[in-house]
């Protein structure tokens, strides 16, 4: 199936025979094309279609044209099963006189797809993470992915374009429009890599990259690799909200309260042996950097991530900065228990017309934490997730 709907000047906007009692009208002569991204087009019709008598309602919909019978295959795939994240084809037809060698599908009306949200300033990312609305549209995504897993389809070659958004009663919908048929014989359903590439593209193009975005790094390197995906994708920090983030870490502490004892420190002679055990031949320490640790075996080992405390919280805290993990993690759950008391100054002042015009932007708490701290507060994340997990150091 060519997956590519085609444009050309229909003339004048008319009618499309189509088999039974459906209809399907072109009401705009020229094709357009699915929002304003030209790095992913999609070209399609204005049009309406209804079902049944003419004394039937008229839906309005995005209509494809195709040179040769795809329209039928794509129809036939967008009935095949019904779920709210996979678009459902409402019919289909064939031209008549000059367009007889063309066939027609139409679809639920759209004017925008995710190639929106891939691009620049799209929205899809600030202050280094996933925005609420872009998360929100990858989780419906991801549900659409896995039913069409689950009813026998995958997206081999996913494209942002593929996927529809439509606004309905201010909520922005995802729905998948072109996928392909999968049988057991050809492996894993494929896709997950596909989106990840999506996902890193849509975080790089909006700032969302460097040491405070080291879990999206993170994400889009576990799903390309085949460790991540289905809906556990969905359980990643990466696209969580920042409430939930926050809420792991209060979970993770109390965990750590009620089931991991602190370890006796090591006496001088054992923690000069630690030491001198940094200083290995080449040959011996690169073995080191791929050793893995449970929470437990973590907790209490000198902090390898060097790193002074944001500016805002030195008016809160006192004495060193936190040299384990375990510190570490009581004091960034006490931060966010008390967040009132911790929210930075540039979030309490008030800007005025011309600085907002001008770009001004606060930083939050989250961002301050995550910057502060990115792998440590990562394998907070994780860990929350799955206390047993093995993680690198």
């Not at 040179?67 to 295959?73: L, M």
């Not at 991801?142 to 374009?161: E, I, N, T, Y």
């Not at 805002?312 to 967040?339: A, Q, S, W």
């Amino acid at each position: 199936m060519n997956t590519n709907p085609v444009q050309f000047d229909i003339g004048a906007p008319g009618s499309i025979q189509v088999t039974g009692d459906r209809e399907i009208v072109i009401t705009e002569s020229k094709a357009e094309k699915a929002g304003r991204c030209s790095t992913y087009n999609l070209f399609f019709y204005k049009g309406r279609f209804r079902s049944g008598t003419k004394q039937g309602f008229w839906i309005e919909a995005s209509i494809f044209a195709y040179h040769s019978e795809d329209a039928i295959t794509l129809h036939n795939r967008c009935t095949s099963f019904h779920h709210p994240y996979v678009m459902r084809s409402l019919g289909y037809g064939r031209g008549v006189g000059a367009y007889s060698d063309y066939t027609f599908a139409a679809l639920p009306s759209f004017r925008e797809t995710l190639g929106e949200w891939v691009v620049e300033a799209s929205g899809a990312a600030e202050m280094g993470r996933f925005t609420e609305k872009f998360i929100d549209i990858v989780s419906q995504t991801v549900k659409g992915m896995k039913a069409l897993h689950d009813h026998g389809f995958h997206c081999p070659s996913l494209r942002p374009k593929h996927i529809a958004i439509k606004l309905e009663n201010g909520c922005f919908i995802a729905q998948i429009w072109n996928f392909q048929p999968f049988s057991s014989d050809m492996g894993e359903p494929k896709g997950w890599r596909g989106l990840a590439s999506l996902l890193l593209e849509a975080a790089c193009n909006n700032g969302a990259g460097g040491d405070e975005s080291v879990e999206i790094d993170d994400l889009c390197t576990k799903m390309r690799s085949g460790k991540l995906k289905g809906l556990d994708i969905l359980k990643h920090s990466a696209l969580l909200t920042v409430q939930q983030k926050f809420d792991n870490v209060i979970a993770l502490n109390l965990h750590v309260l009620l089931n991991c004892k602190a370890q006796p420190k090591k006496s001088s002679t054992k923690l000069a042996q630690t030491q001198s055990s940094a200083n290995l031949a080449p040959s011996e320490s690169s073995a080191v950097s791929t050793e893995t640790y449970t929470l437990d075996e973590y907790l209490d080992k000198l902090h390898t991530e060097t790193s002074s405390r944001p500016d805002f919280m030195h008016l809160k805290r006192r004495g060193n900065t936190p040299n384990t993990f375990r510190k570490l993690l009581d004091e960034i759950r006490d931060v966010v228990e008390h967040e009132d008391e911790y929210i930075p100054p540039e979030l309490t002042k008030r800007f005025t017309p011309e600085e907002m015009l001008g770009g001004g932007r606060a930083i939050d708490l989250e961002q301050h934490l995550r910057a502060a701290w990115p792998k440590s507060f990562l394998k907070m994340q994780l860990w929350a997730h799955d206390p047993d997990a093995k993680l690198q150091k």
